[in-house]
């Protein structure tokens, strides 16, 4: 349980980045028999962004973290920690969010990566959670950024026009709450993993191959774990502080098909005018799709101060969570 004191972890920030080069459907059809219709409409995706060449996760990542401590009218020198959900570190270590707190000029603190797939902001955030509720942290940021092009066998049409490049953060800042559901912050998290099903999703390369290796997926498969696992993820947090879906503003889901993001919203009984949406510009950035929809949901105006969100992934692992939070 995760309501253990009256202290919240409460999010002061959020910015993003996307690389500038954007890849619309329609480029795939000249290598790869695919069409603009099937993608659109078997994923809703209709573009993502790529990152140039030399131009690294943790860059990525550096620039949303900018943006986000641009947003909260703060210095990097405010921060006690950075923890970074990716699984494309520029380098099997050190951790890319080292890197991003020497390009930020923090020189005290901490940072580290975590890995867990499209999954990881999720975990990311409730480790960030826990170190805030223990007071080992004041201030936290926490950065999903990915740069899946990185691992696309270009060869691969069931994979390779799904995925994209890009960061998203946001700062969680200590504040005290009375402990009630109406505390601004997280509320409640819940996450699980699964590694029986770690051959579904995979890259087939990594230290024991002695190189990187490309993302292999069985598509099917993921997509019936998905909607059934992140309705019932979403509402397991929401059941641990007393809640239920209607009581919701809006949900942020991981973006990788509209498909499994409706008929997860399906199942939860939303409507789709309470999903913040963004599949269609970004691709499946992985751990970086929940934050970049965050930044992108409160840029359109969509998320207020004060709103009752609840945010779900699954990817690679499995590993799959939801996290609820009044923004
Ligand atoms: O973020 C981590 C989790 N990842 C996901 O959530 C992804 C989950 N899975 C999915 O989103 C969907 O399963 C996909 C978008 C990957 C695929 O959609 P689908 O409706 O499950 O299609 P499928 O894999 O069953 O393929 C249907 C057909 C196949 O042809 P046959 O065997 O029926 O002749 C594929 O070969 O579509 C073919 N196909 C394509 N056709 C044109 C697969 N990829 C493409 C393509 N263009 N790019």
């Not at 960061?167 to 998290?189: H, M």
């Not at 509402?235 to 889901?253: H, Q, Y």
Request: glycine share 10%.
């Amino acid at each position: 349980m995760n309501t253990v004191s009256h202290s919240r972890a409460v999010v002061i920030g959020v910015g993003h980045y996307l690389p500038e080069r954007v890849v619309e459907n329609a480029e795939f059809e000249a290598s790869l028999d695919t069409s603009d219709e099937w993608i659109r409409s078997r994923s809703g995706i209709e573009r993502r962004h790529f990152a140039a060449e030399g131009e690294t996760t943790s860059d990525l990542a550096t620039k949303a973290a900018q943006a986000a401590l641009a947003d909260a009218g703060l210095d990097a020198t405010a921060l006690d920690a950075i923890v970074l959900a990716t699984s494309t570190a520029d380098m099997t270590f050190p951790s890319a969010a080292t890197m991003v707190q020497a390009n930020l000029g923090m020189t005290k603190g901490f940072a580290f990566d975590v890995q867990a797939v499209c999954a990881g902001f999720i975990y990311a955030l409730a480790n960030a959670q826990a170190l805030i509720l223990s007071g080992q942290a004041r201030r936290v940021m926490v950065i999903g950024a990915e740069t899946f092009s990185r691992i696309m066998d270009w060869t691969d049409r069931g994979t390779c026009v799904l995925f994209g490049d890009g960061a998203g953060a946001l700062i969680l800042e200590a504040q005290p709450g009375t402990g009630s559901n109406d505390d601004r912050g997280i509320l409640s998290t819940d996450l699980n993993s699964d590694g029986r099903h770690r051959d579904i999703l995979y890259v087939d390369g990594g230290v024991a191959t002695q190189n990187t290796g490309f993302l292999r997926m069985q598509g099917k498969e993921v997509f019936r774990h998905a909607v059934e696992k992140l309705a019932a993820t979403a509402e397991t947090a929401l059941s641990k502080i007393g809640m239920s879906a209607d009581e919701i503003d809006w949900v942020v889901p991981h973006q990788a098909n509209i498909r499994i993001i409706s008929g997860t919203a399906r199942k939860l009984g939303l409507p789709m005018e309470r999903v913040v949406v963004t599949v269609q510009d970004h691709g499946n950035t992985s751990a970086a799709s929940i934050p970049l929809a965050l930044s992108v949901g409160k840029a359109r105006g969509q998320i207020r101060q004060g709103d009752m969100i609840v945010t779900e992934a699954i990817g690679g692992g499995l590993a799959w969570g939801a996290v609820v939070l009044r923004w």
